[in-house]
């Protein structure tokens, strides 16, 4: 009876033994996941901040749809993604915002315009915006160089402040990137 009792605190020492070895064994990224998570800080990006789903038409015509979002509860992140859309809101560190799309014009004084959804829509979402957002500008940091590639969209990089001073007094259309409920991205699409 006293060596079937040594068996049984033998045994669990010998099966965590045997994990560590394993994990040992694993490279670093199978070691890193397969460690148990830790809550992140809702605000801070992580280290690899860029989801893995494609950018939409930074011009397109139709408004981009979250369907396993639930508007009817409180407001709230969007799924991970890349969204156009521009902030509505901006308080203390968080961002309401909304999808985009574009409307040509057809009197042909202009090219057209963003527009959001129709009032009364409750299309809308909030995220925290991560401490170490990137943030590329059409306009340049100053807001006065138009600095635009690849279809409109910006490749100034500025901060953080800057960002929150354009969310705070205009609505701007950009590619919004949201991970893992947190802002982490804002490249902005140039209006003609």
């Known amino acids: 009876m006293q060596h079937a009792l040594s068996l049984r605190f033998v045994l669990?020492?010998?099966?965590?033994?045997?994990a560590l070895t394993c994990a040992a064994a694993l490279p670093a990224d199978?070691?890193?996941?397969?460690a148990p998570k830790s809550a992140a800080p809702k605000s801070a990006a992580p280290k690899s901040a860029a989801p893995?789903?494609?950018?939409?038409?930074?011009?397109?015509?139709?408004?981009?749809?979250?369907?396993?979002?639930?508007?009817?509860?409180?407001?709230?992140?969007?799924?991970?993604?890349?969204?156009?859309?521009?902030?509505t809101y901006y308080r203390s560190g968080v961002a309401e915002y909304e999808p985009i799309r574009w409307v040509k014009d057809k009197t042909g004084h202009t090219e057209g315009r963003f527009e959001g959804p129709p009032e009364g829509d409750v299309t809308a979402y909030a995220s925290r915006v991560a401490k170490n957002v990137v943030f590329y500008s059409a306009t340049g940091c100053k807001g006065t160089t138009v600095t635009v590639k690849h279809?409109?969209?910006?490749?100034?990089?500025?901060?953080?402040?800057?960002?929150?001073?354009?969310?705070?007094?205009?609505?701007r259309p950009a590619l919004i990137t949201v991970y893992r409920g947190v802002i982490v991205k804002v490249q902005e699409i140039y209006t003609p």
Do not use: N
């Open 151 to 171: 279809g409109g969209l910006g490749s100034k990089r500025c901060s953080q402040s800057e960002l929150i001073s354009r969310m705070k007094h205009a609505h």
């Open 30 to 34: 199978a070691a890193a996941a397969a």
């Open 52 to 87: 893995k789903s494609a950018a939409p038409k930074p011009y397109g015509t139709s408004f981009q749809t979250d369907p396993h979002h639930d508007f009817t509860k409180h407001i709230s992140p969007r799924h991970d993604g890349i969204l156009r859309g521009w902030v």
């Open 12 to 18: 669990p020492a010998a099966a965590a033994a045997a």
